[in-house]
């Protein structure tokens, strides 16, 4: 089954400061990669996304994530956080033949004051 | 932007009730909806997927007929937990995706299932 690894379930991070949550996929012919936000209690908003084309995506919030074929990675960046971005953040793909999206585990990115 | 609209938020229910769970898009047509299930700090499950018209795909593992779902227009679907037990408390998501949408996924609230 394709799968979606986030290793990080906790990132603690001083506001202002950069942050990265990492996203790694297993490796398939073609694969669409998203990134979601949740807030305590709500559903997912979608950040950004990567289809096809570059390689470097920007998404709301400031966000941008990198989708890297060789490593399998689709990293979520973010120069500068704010309180407000504390929230879950979900890593997701789908695949070709199958509509669904298939999640990570999630990622809590605390920010601190 | 697409909007879907996700109903009740949180319900509380005695066990062996059942509870329907409403899932509308507000400014498109969902050709496919899904229904996601989220445990406490966990991630979301698919639980089925829903085309319009058509009978619901149930991922494997999913009991088919204690989760019933119903896509019957091209903006509402619903699940309904039915002879609900303690184990079914849940937070429950439904996403919606309409044609041609260039894959942008919408999701609803969410809602909150207790069972007591």
């Known amino acids: 089954a394709q799968s979606v690894t986030q290793l990080d379930s906790q990132v603690p991070v001083f506001e202002e400061a950069p942050v990265e949550l990492r996203c790694n996929y297993s490796?398939?012919?073609?694969?669409?990669l998203f990134w979601y936000v949740q807030y305590p209690n709500q559903g997912l908003q979608l950040l950004l996304k990567?289809?096809?084309?570059?390689?470097l995506v920007k998404g709301i919030n400031g966000f941008e994530a990198e989708f890297n074929k060789s490593q399998t990675s689709f990293h979520l960046r973010k120069p500068s956080v704010h309180i407000s971005d504390t929230a879950e953040y979900f890593c997701?793909?789908?695949?070709?033949?199958?509509?669904?999206?298939?999640f990570g585990s999630g990622t809590r990115l605390q920010v601190q004051p | 932007g697409a909007v879907v609209s996700q109903h009740p938020s949180r319900v509380i229910c005695k066990s062996g009730t059942s509870v329907k769970i409403e899932c509308r898009s507000l400014?498109?047509?969902?050709?496919?909806m899904f229904w996601y299930r989220q445990f406490p700090k966990q991630s979301l499950m698919l639980m089925a997927t829903?085309?319009?018209?058509?009978?619901?795909?149930?991922e494997q593992g999913v009991e088919k007929d204690k989760f019933l779902i119903n896509h019957a227009s091209l903006t509402l679907s619903t699940l309904t937990v039915t002879s609900a037990h303690p184990e079914d408390s849940s937070f429950y998501i439904c996403?919606?995706?309409?044609?041609?949408?260039?894959?942008?996924?919408?999701f609803g609230s969410g809602t909150r299932l207790t069972v007591v």
């Open positions: 996403s919606a995706v309409g044609a041609g949408s260039n894959y942008g996924y919408t």
């Open positions: 829903s085309n319009e018209g058509s009978k619901a795909t149930y």
């Open positions: 490796s398939s012919v073609s694969v669409y």
């Open positions: 990567y289809l096809s084309g570059s390689t």
């Open positions: 400014d498109f047509q969902a050709t496919t």
């Open positions: 997701a793909r789908m695949d070709t033949g199958r509509r669904a999206l298939t």
